[in-house]
């Protein structure tokens, strides 16, 4: 995930990122250290947990956590992902224009994927982010 989201990478004897250029889309903050960053999951554990995911299995709920298939897991700055906490994009969006046009749809994407229940508030405040993409 380190080596997708960042440019330059060095890595350790063990292919650790450690070093590398990373800019957190949340909030345009730049990194230059992996120790800088901290992953966040676009869609929040707890708030997929809200969703739905307390029926999964234990084995979904993991394939879930770890995915790096559909964008789930992103790099961004600690302040930006401890202000996100365990919200819906409801009740937090990066600051505004801050999110790239094309990271905008992962806020979609996970609750989509995995057939999470998207609340109402949720799906106005989805939708009213994509339609300034138009």
Not at 56 to 65: G, I, K, M, Q, V
Not at 81 to 89: E, I, L, Q, V
Not at 109 to 133: F, I, Q
Request: with cysteine; net charge negative.
């Amino acid at each position: 995930m380190l080596q997708r989201e960042g440019t330059d990478l060095t890595q350790d004897g063990q292919c650790r990122a450690t070093s590398g250029h990373w800019t957190s889309p949340y909030d345009g903050v730049t990194a230059d250290s992996a120790a800088q960053l901290d992953i966040d999951h676009v869609v929040p554990l707890k708030e997929a947990w809200r969703s739905g995911a307390s029926e999964w299995s234990t084995e979904d709920r993991r394939a879930f956590a770890n995915d790096l298939t559909h964008s789930q897991l992103i790099a961004v700055s600690a302040r930006s992902n401890r202000s996100k906490g365990d919200k819906d994009p409801a009740s937090w969006q990066p600051p505004a224009g801050q999110l790239p046009m094309h990271l905008r749809p992962r806020l979609g994407l996970g609750k989509h994927v995995y057939g999470l229940t998207v609340d109402p508030a949720e799906r106005s405040a989805l939708d009213g982010m994509l339609a300034t993409c138009a």
